[in-house]
């Protein structure tokens, strides 16, 4: 299903993924439209799923989140089984899961308090997991960019 947005939807959506808690005046107002017209934009963004959801950006090393690694797995089921990857995702320190071309099947993020924690995330979630086959850890030394802000186009092609 292919959704078209206009210039508007584009500006609409840069604007409040810089910053989510714009309100629907202060978006009216730098659209120079009415806040009623506004508010059904957004609505229909959402309705859409273009918009999936408002989140805060929490500083993950002030939790105690210190540790953030890439771990590449193999597993012994097929491409895009429905076992891996959902039984990956429901782990509460795995950020992200993707399932990947080449030598492995799945990249997962993860982040934990330190590499002990790890450890045991790997010996007590994912070796829980019988569809894994063998995983690659690459711990992160120095995050230099991490974001989660799409480049947003002026208009679609």
Avoid: W
């Amino acid at each position: 299903m292919e959704i078209l947005l206009d210039n508007i939807d584009m500006r609409i959506l840069r604007l409040m993924q810089e910053n989510a808690r714009i309100s629907n005046v202060e978006l009216a107002r730098e659209l120079e439209m009415a806040p009623s017209a506004m508010l059904e934009r957004v609505k229909k963004l959402e309705q859409k799923k273009v918009i999936l959801r408002y989140n805060a950006q929490v500083n993950a090393s002030l939790i105690g989140q210190r540790l953030l690694a890439f771990i590449f797995i193999k597993t012994t089921d097929g491409f895009g089984s429905p076992v891996t990857g959902p039984a990956l995702a429901k782990i509460p320190e795995v950020q992200e899961v993707h399932n990947i071309a080449g030598d492995d099947c799945y990249l997962v993020k993860v982040r934990t308090a330190d590499s002990a924690a790890l450890m045991s995330l790997m010996r007590n979630e994912f070796a829980q997991i019988p569809t894994i086959h063998s995983t690659k850890t690459t711990i992160v030394l120095e995050t230099v960019k991490e974001e989660q802000r799409l480049n947003i186009p002026d208009s679609q092609k």
